[in-house]
């Protein structure tokens, strides 16, 4: 039994990323799939899809290369857990190195960067952080 289906996703992501894989596949949740929206707004990967695969659907994401196949995303990790959330209001949501990076929130208003949640004014729980 998956505790943390959002942990376990960016961990295939990180793992597919040391291999140089051209794309992953996780099992499809909605989070999931906001996740890789703000991934693919952002630039950090090409695109995504839903696959339809018995008995669970599958959330297949393209990643992304440099010209010279250097590694876009350069570190994944997961911040807020089942056992510690971490939330943040809108003045406490700040840069990942100095706005080289991001953070994914989980917002009222759907995933977002931290970048689109401190232009629109809201904060939310911190998922993870990608640079």
Same mark, same amino acid.
């Given at each position: 039994?998956?505790?943390? =289906? ?13 291999? &140089?894989? =051209? ?25 995504? &899809?839903?696959v339809d /695969? ?9 990643? +992304? ?7 876009? !995303?350069?570190? !994944?990790?997961?911040?807020? +857990? ?7 209001? @809108? ?7 100095? *706005? ?6 989980s917002t009222? /208003? ?13 904060? *939310?729980?911190?998922? @993870? &952080?990608?640079?």
């Open positions: 039994m998956m505790t943390d =289906p959002i942990a376990d996703m960016l961990t295939r992501i990180r793992n597919a990323l040391r291999i &140089e894989r =051209p794309f992953v596949e996780v099992p499809a949740s909605r989070m999931k799939q906001g996740i890789a929206e703000v991934l693919q707004r952002e630039g950090y990967i090409w695109d995504f &899809e839903v /695969q018995p008995p669970q659907n599958v959330l297949r994401l393209n990643l +992304k290369y440099g010209p010279n196949g250097e590694q876009v !995303i350069q570190s !994944i990790q997961r911040v807020s +857990k089942p056992g510690l959330r971490v939330y943040n209001r @809108c003045r406490d949501v700040g840069d990942i190195l100095q *706005g080289l990076g991001i953070s994914v929130l009222n /208003q759907g995933m977002l960067s931290n970048r689109e949640a401190k232009s629109r004014g809201i904060g *939310g729980e911190v998922l @993870c &952080e990608i640079y």
